[in-house]
């Protein structure tokens, strides 16, 4: 039964959690809120939802107040034709924040949400207390020098750590086709990439799949995801404006990221710290939520201890 899957019937599980919509920045955005003390956004990533927190966020809200918001185009919120760019996106969240009465919180952003997240960052750094970034930096030039094809013997079952293969940052600049080939077989494209980028893809439970697949079964999601991915070159050009971030930053790597966040993450922050998650892939908050819990709350307990 497809209504399970609704935010109504999700949010249940979230005990003290709340569904909320509101009007920002021109569209609408969809965001559950619990726990009451210092206040945590999180932004998720492709191709999941406000729901790929749960392996965490009710845990977090038993000491802080913690809101996870679907971003732009995602989850139950609106699928504008424009305004995909990381920045716009991150003025999206701002607004909210206003509205909501919170001047200054700390963002935890994973993927696509890192991105945002980091964006929020650099053109609001007043309304960030601390930045977590989990396998999600700001688009920067690097990605230009993606490879169109995998070194040899590097694409197999699972991704190279030390040489990854990210077919799909090309697939999802493609306008149109995608929707085409994937409407209504979503579930064919999450299986295949939780397998290749988790360690242990039984840690994404059959149930999770299905919340997530009902939702980008959908031509118009599968468009407005993909958006995110089509704005990249926008989002570089505004990078090279931003200044290095002076709030404390923690970078969470899973096995897949560590390598670029060991460069990546210094040119970007002054003040930061970088967590390695080994054994660890990609999806880490299923995979192993108790360590992205600890370091998160380390992190907000003692942040400005974070210095190298």
């Not at 979230?14 to 009451?36: A, C, I, M, R, S």
């Not at 679907?70 to 699928?79: E, P």
């Not at 397998?195 to 959908?218: G, I, L």
């Not at 505004?238 to 404390?248: E, F, I, N, T």
């Amino acid at each position: 039964m497809k209504d399970q899957y609704t935010d109504e019937q999700l949010i249940k599980g979230w005990k003290g959690f709340t569904n909320h919509t509101v009007e920002v920045n021109g569209t609408q955005l969809h965001y559950v809120d619990g726990g009451k003390g210092e206040v945590l956004i999180c932004l998720p990533g492709w191709p999941q939802t406000w729901y790929s927190y749960h392996p965490i966020a009710p845990a977090l809200a038993e000491h802080y107040r913690v809101i996870v918001i679907d971003i732009r185009g995602m989850g139950s919120s609106a699928m504008p034709s424009s305004g995909y760019d990381k920045k716009t996106m991150a003025a999206d969240v701002h607004e909210l924040m206003q509205q909501l009465g919170i001047q200054q919180a700390y963002v935890l952003g994973h993927d696509i949400g890192g991105m945002v997240a980091s964006s929020l960052a650099f053109n609001f750094p007043q309304a960030v207390a601390g930045l977590i970034l989990a396998d999600g930096l700001h688009p920067s030039e690097g990605m230009m020098q993606m490879s169109l094809m995998p070194a040899p013997g590097s694409f197999g079952e699972k991704i190279d750590h030390q040489r990854p293969y990210t077919w799909w940052m090309g697939f999802n600049q493609v306008k149109g086709l995608p929707e085409q080939l994937l409407e209504g077989r979503y579930r064919y494209l999450l299986d295949w990439l939780f397998h290749y980028v988790m360690v242990d893809d039984t840690k994404m439970p059959d149930f999770d799949r299905e919340v997530y697949a009902s939702v980008y079964n959908q031509p118009e999601r599968i468009c407005a995801s993909n958006a995110w991915y089509q704005s990249f070159n926008m989002d570089i050009e505004d990078a090279k404006g931003y200044d290095k971030l002076k709030m404390p930053v923690l970078g969470v790597a899973s096995d897949v990221s560590y390598g670029y966040y060991q460069y990546a993450l210094p040119s970007i922050a002054e003040k930061y710290e970088l967590a390695h998650l080994e054994n660890t892939g990609h999806y880490m908050f299923e995979e192993n939520p108790e360590t992205v819990i600890k370091l998160v709350s380390d992190f907000i307990s003692e942040p400005y201890k974070h210095n190298i």
